[in-house]
């Protein structure tokens, strides 16, 4: 969605409800009736610009939130590439130290996070994998188990396991 700070509903009415009625007012009990300044020709002609104008608001609104949405795809489309980059180049310079140390201090840090191009799911999602601990319960093989050692053991060990990328 949008990052503009006001959110305009096309179908809404900017005209406020008592502006409405003093107008229809106008066109039956006071009908012919002009007051300085205030007529309902002068009142429809008054509602007519805030329409145009809210409009144009709504059009340009629009504009501005597809033009948003196209710099946020450019940008994350961008720090991919340079991300890809970064790490094709870090490879490449393994052999060379002072470049290597020049590449290592560069870091994309959140960009690296947030700013990944959106792919349309069209296949299986890819697994990311997860470091952390992880307790397993292991029954001991029964040739090995005597009758006093019948308990499951409960191990505890460093892994990487595969998690769903989300969408």
Avoid: H
Wanted: hydrophobic share 45%; charged share 30%; aromatic share 4%.
């Amino acid at each position: 969605m949008s990052k503009s700070a006001k959110k305009i509903d096309p179908q809404a009415t900017v005209i406020p409800e008592v502006v409405t009625r003093l107008r229809d007012i106008f066109a039956s009990k006071l009908e012919g009736v002009n007051f300085p300044g205030v007529s309902l020709e002068v009142l429809t002609e008054k509602i007519a610009e805030v329409e145009e104008a809210y409009g144009a608001e709504l059009k340009a609104r629009q504009a501005l939130d597809a033009a948003s949405e196209t710099v946020a795809d450019a940008k994350s489309s961008l720090i991919a590439t340079a991300m890809q980059g970064l790490a094709y180049a870090r490879v490449f310079a393994q052999e060379d130290e002072p470049l290597l140390n020049k590449l290592t201090a560069l870091s994309f840090g959140k960009l690296g996070k947030v700013a990944k191009p959106a792919k349309k799911a069209s296949g299986p999602k890819r697994a990311k994998k997860a470091k952390g601990k992880a307790k397993m319960e292991v029954q001991a093989a029964p040739e090995a188990v005597t009758e006093t050692e019948s308990a499951p053991v409960e191990l505890e060990a460093e892994v990487e396991a595969p998690v769903v990328a989300a969408s």
